[in-house]
């Protein structure tokens, strides 16, 4: 099964609006991390948030980690149309290497 | 510099030949990582390279997938006899160290028919 699972799989919103996305993981990690897909292609690294980190900033996004919960939310401000992508987070656990999963995805559209 | 490049970006091939599927990181980056991507679907971990070992090659589906890296440059790929399932995108990313920020390639877009 998947380390993490983002939710929802889904989310439409109206640009300016905000967009929150949410992650659930199974094992204890070091760090996760949040990418974004266009059109289907190759990934693009947003922000990393360690495990003793509760929350991280860049620009228009802020991502908060709950250790206890083993969840992490990533919530993007004021949505351009140029967000409208799939996000993903991944997890590194330790295990000989940091091993790195991705979940299943959120795909936010933002409509003009 | 240079980002992540893979070669070919699409493929069209035949059930039953052979394919190779070719990954350029970005220079200095010890590790490399390969991943399958059905449509609409998630990122499927193949097999993680430290330099041109392959510590962790626990992804690969079956024996009809292996892949090599030289030194710590050029990956490659190798699907043999290719069956109509094997379709999806195929990414690599490198990075600098082991669970650190990884960086993408484009993909290569494979079909088998």
């Known amino acids: 099964s998947q380390q993490g699972e983002e939710d929802p799989q889904a989310l439409s919103i109206q640009e300016g609006e905000n967009a929150t996305m949410n992650c659930s993981y199974k094992?204890?990690?070091?760090?996760l991390q949040w990418y974004r897909q266009n059109s289907g292609r190759g990934l693009v690294h947003l922000i990393l948030?360690?495990?003793?980190?509760r929350e991280k900033h860049s620009g228009r996004l802020r991502v908060t980690l709950d250790t206890s919960k083993k969840s992490s939310s990533l919530l993007i401000t004021a949505s351009r149309a140029a967000d409208t992508a799939s996000y993903f987070c991944?997890?590194?656990?330790?295990?000989?290497?940091?091993?790195?999963?991705f979940g299943t995805g959120t795909k936010l559209q933002v409509i003009p | 510099g240079a980002g992540v490049s893979q070669s070919p970006s699409n493929k069209v091939t035949e059930k039953g030949k052979d394919v190779e599927l070719r990954c350029d990181p970005i220079?200095?980056?010890?590790?490399l990582y390969w991943y399958r991507q059905r449509l609409g679907q998630g990122l499927e971990f193949l097999i993680y390279?430290?330099?041109?070992?392959?510590?962790?090659k626990s992804g690969l589906p079956s024996d009809r997938f292996s892949a090599e890296r030289t030194g710590e440059s050029v990956s490659t790929l190798t699907i043999q006899r290719t069956q109509q399932e094997d379709s999806a995108v195929y990414l690599c990313?490198?990075?600098?160290?082991?669970?650190?920020?990884?960086?993408f390639g484009p993909g290569t877009r494979l079909t088998v028919l």
């Open positions: 990313a490198s990075s600098t160290y082991r669970g650190n920020e990884q960086f």
């Open positions: 094992t204890s990690i070091n760090n």
């Open positions: 948030i360690r495990s003793n980190e």
């Open positions: 991944a997890t590194a656990v330790s295990g000989g290497y940091q091993k790195v999963t």
């Open positions: 220079s200095g980056h010890t590790a």
């Open positions: 390279f430290q330099g041109n070992s392959a510590p962790d």
